[in-house]
């Protein structure tokens, strides 16, 4: 059974930092493309960044320069490091495997890890 526990979200101030993590199980995490997403209230989920198996990453633009995805493959574990966080980084975030080459999510959704940036 695969599941996905993300953690590390909190409440900053704008300006700041936070770094999310997500542990991952009931998969071959050293084979498979990691990604994070979020949603917040009344929008639809987005992707936010990925990483590929072989360490290749996107980000949206929105996030691009500011955000850093990364992985640790003997810790099952994919890392999202967010900088010069902004009140629209706002939302649950949520980490998922990603069928190869795409931003399409492929299991069930975990519970998520709220950031909450204040202005």
């Known amino acids: 059974q695969v599941q996905l526990v993300e953690s590390g979200g909190g409440l900053v101030q704008t300006g700041g930092s936070l770094r999310l993590s997500c542990a991952a199980s009931?998969?071959?995490?050293?084979?498979?493309?990691m990604a994070w997403y979020r949603q917040a209230p009344g929008k639809r989920r987005e992707l936010v960044a990925r990483?590929?198996?072989?360490?290749?990453?996107n980000y949206a633009d929105s996030v691009k320069d500011r955000f850093t995805i990364s992985r640790d493959n003997a810790k099952n574990t994919v890392y999202l490091q967010m900088n010069r966080l902004k009140p629209e980084d706002t939302a649950t975030y949520f980490c998922?495997?990603?069928?190869?080459?795409?931003?399409?999510?492929?299991?069930?959704w975990g519970v998520g890890t709220q950031v909450t940036v204040s202005s």
């Open positions: 998922n495997v990603v069928f190869t080459g795409t931003g399409i999510s492929r299991y069930s």
């Open positions: 990483v590929t198996f072989g360490g290749t990453t």
């Open positions: 009931g998969i071959i995490f050293s084979t498979s493309d």
